[in-house]
């Protein structure tokens, strides 16, 4: 029972930045674990980041030390943090939450589409 809103997506050059949010609302937000996923043209979907409701964090190898996962309570937002970004993140981008402890219900967004290119 939350509503997911994704942005931040863009065309950004190889070795640039791009911040992605996910705005929640519908439900307490800070009981929520929550993560970032994408899906490349012609791949599978692919866990990206994650962040439990207790602030602990997991990433996949091939963003580890170039992306970051935080999350703002107060302002039931969730963020991705994409530094040094390479070709192969271009993606569409989707925020996911689930309660671990309750139902393991899990809430989608819209997508947002981040593009690498020179």
């Known amino acids: 029972q939350v509503q997911l809103v994704e942005s931040g997506g863009g065309l950004v050059q190889p070795g640039g930045s791009l911040r992605l949010s996910c705005a929640a609302s519908?439900?307490?937000?800070?009981?929520?674990?929550m993560g970032w996923y994408r899906q490349a043209p012609g791949k599978q979907r692919e866990l990206v980041a994650s962040?439990?409701?207790?602030?602990?964090?997991n990433y996949a190898e091939s963003v580890k030390g170039r992306f970051t996962i935080s999350r703002d309570n107060a302002k039931n937002t969730v963020f991705l943090q994409m530094n040094s970004l390479k070709l192969e993140d271009t993606a569409v981008y989707y925020c996911?939450?689930?309660?671990?402890?309750?139902?393991?219900?899990?809430?989608w967004g819209q997508g947002t589409q981040v593009t690498v290119s020179s």
């Open positions: 519908g439900s307490i937000f800070s009981r929520y674990d």
């Open positions: 962040i439990t409701s207790g602030g602990n964090t």
């Open positions: 996911c939450a689930v309660r671990t402890d309750y139902r393991w219900q899990y809430y």
